[in-house]
């Protein structure tokens, strides 16, 4: 019981992934949506970091009389990672914005109506920016 305090960096994980599941789970919003992804993905980064830490070790340039090495190989991995995860997290924005252009909105519920309301064959709302137009048209 008394390693439990010790380790207090996985629950930090354990926290930050749960709030992240939950803010994609729960919300709507698409931009929302995207955050806790990227809270889920830092939680990721952190266990797989916490993981690779060797208490004592040093990095792995043979010196003589060192026998105790912290590997390398996690921290670059998650370097990596973090870079694919930017570029994600872009390339989703860079969708939500479009759906925005396509159906005016990026709540879930909104995008979901349209879809319905397209293969029944109903007409569309018009888009708010539409809206604005034709009333200065007129």
Do not use: C
Not at 22 to 40: D, E, R
Not at 54 to 75: D, E, F, Q, R, W
Not at 94 to 106: D, K, N, T
């Amino acid at each position: 019981m008394s390693t439990l305090p010790g380790l207090y960096n996985y629950w930090v994980v354990v926290f930050l992934m749960m709030a992240g599941f939950y803010v994609v789970i729960s919300h709507g919003n698409l931009i929302k949506k995207l955050v806790g992804l990227g809270l889920f993905q830092t939680s990721v980064f952190i266990l797989y970091i916490s993981i690779g830490k060797v208490a004592g070790g040093t990095a792995p340039i043979a010196k003589a009389g060192v026998t105790l090495y912290s590997n390398p190989l996690p921290h670059v991995l998650i370097l990596t990672a973090i870079v694919v995860g930017v570029a994600t997290t872009a390339v989703g924005l860079a969708l939500v914005l479009r759906i925005r252009e396509a159906y005016g909105s990026i709540e879930e519920d909104d995008i979901n109506r349209q879809d319905l309301a397209d293969d029944q064959g109903a007409p569309r709302a018009p888009e708010p920016a539409q809206a604005a137009d034709r009333k200065q048209a007129e």
